[in-house]
Every structure is written in structure tokens, then in C-alpha cells.
């Protein structure tokens, strides 16, 4: 168990709706990063925050985005939703958000449009 | 812009075989070099990282990689597989250069391990 947390598992939804995925970090982790897997792109950056602030942005789509909370739990929000959208979302935090450090990741949400 | 290149979408080895899994790295400043292990139905493990201090790097489960940088090379070995070690890898690149910790990933490398 990394201790990073993401709801829900499984997500099955259909075209042009919008979900939210949502990540709990580590205990004491500041910094959230979001990927997606998906079986023709593989593992796509697609953004960090750090204590509630954007850092970097990678690869995110304008339907998406994403948030950090007070309490540095993030979501992933995901809108106009299209078949190519399907893959496995994962949440990863890390205690700083430096490039020399450790990242844990969740078991990821597995997203399925239809 | 950084990128990595896993060599061998499958690998396939014998219980008790050396395992070799190859990753060779793009990158205009130092890097930092890390391999994460995925097992079904699971999120990624970091096996071993390499972030400028010994060039040889020992991980978690036996696994070890030895950064090489005129080969650009920061391939992964486990001298004997078990069958555990079944999973996919993935080889992964931060910018030393900034902030940041985003990590740009391999295409990964399935590894199956044969009784």
C-alpha cells in the first residue's frame, strides 16, 4: 500500500458527460501529480500541483483539469467525455515535488467511456 | 526535451536466468533516472533511482542498474529471476534542470518469467 488513494476504482460513463476523479496523497505529501496510461500513448504526464498550486503542466487535454484543496486531496475533472478518453488515471504524490525524489503512486482509476 | 527508450516490449526469461531489462535516456542536462515496476491490477513501485551519486544503483527485490552516460544507458538486472518478478517496468526521466517532478515515462518493458 503506497498510502496515496484514488476513488473510485472503476468508472464506467458515456460519451460527453463529465466525471471527477479524486486523489488523497500520502500523509505529508505536498505535491500531486496526475497521469494517464492508456495502451496507444502509454504513461502521459499531465499535470503537478505543489500545496495548492499548479507547477507543471504536461500533455492535459482543455476538457480536463484539476484541482488541489486546503487539505492537498486533488480531482482530476473530465469533461466532454469521447471513447479516446478511456484509459487508467493515476494519482502519484511525493513530499516536495523535486525532480530527485520519490513519487508514490495509487492504483488508479480505470476509466471506460462508452 | 527529455525522453527514454525501453528496448524490448516483452522480455521473457527462465526461473533462475539473468534478467536484463534496457532503457537508454535523451536528456540535455543531468538526469535523474528511475525504474517502477507495475504488477497487474496495481499502481507503479519505484524499484531504484539514480540521482548523481554512485553510478551503480541497488534496488528493491534484488533489482540494480548501472548508469552509464557514454552509453546513455541506465539498464536494469536482477541476476536471478523469480517468478514473482513477472510484472511490467517501466524506465522513467526527471529534469534535473528544474522544479519540477514530473517523470516522463518508457513505453515500458512486460516482463515473463518461465518455470
Known amino acids: 500500500d503506497s498510502g496515496v488513494t484514488q476513488t473510485p476504482k472503476h468508472l464506467i460513463t458515456a460519451t460527453g458527460q463529465r466525471v471527477t476523479l479524486r486523489c488523497s496523497p500520502r500523509?505529508?505529501?505536498?505535491?500531486v501529480y496526475w497521469y494517464q496510461q492508456s495502451l496507444d500513448q502509454g504513461l502521459q504526464f499531465l499535470i503537478q500541483y505543489y500545496n495548492g498550486e499548479e507547477r507543471a503542466k504536461g500533455n492535459i487535454l482543455e476538457r480536463f483539469s484539476a484541482q488541489q484543496f486546503p487539505d492537498l486531496h486533488s480531482e482530476l475533472n473530465l469533461s466532454s467525455l469521447e471513447l479516446g478518453d478511456s484509459a487508467l488515471y493515476f494519482c502519484?504524490?511525493?513530499?516536495?515535488?523535486?525532480?530527485?525524489?520519490?513519487?508514490?503512486f495509487g492504483q488508479g482509476t480505470r476509466l471506460t467511456v462508452v | 526535451a527529455q525522453s527514454v527508450t525501453q528496448l524490448g516490449s516483452h522480455v521473457s526469461v527462465s526461473e533462475g536466468a539473468l534478467v536484463l531489462l534496457r532503457c537508454n535516456y535523451s536528456s540535455s542536462v543531468p538526469p535523474y533516472l528511475f525504474w517502477y515496476v507495475q504488477y497487474p491490477n496495481q499502481g507503479l513501485q519505484l524499484l531504484l533511482k539514480?540521482?548523481?551519486?554512485?553510478?551503480l544503483v541497488k534496488g528493491i527485490n534484488g533489482f540494480e542498474a548501472e548508469f552509464k552516460k557514454s552509453e546513455t544507458s541506465f539498464h536494469l538486472t536482477k541476476p536471478s529471476a523469480h517468478m514473482s518478478d513477472a510484472a511490467e517496468y517501466f524506465c522513467a526521466v526527471s529534469d534535473s534542470g528544474t522544479s519540477y517532478g514530473k517523470l516522463t515515462f518508457g513505453q515500458g518493458t512486460i516482463l515473463t518469467v518461465h518455470p
Open positions: 500523509s505529508g505529501d505536498l505535491s
Open positions: 502519484a504524490s511525493s513530499v516536495v515535488g523535486q525532480p530527485n525524489t520519490e513519487a508514490f
Open positions: 539514480y540521482t548523481s551519486a554512485a553510478t
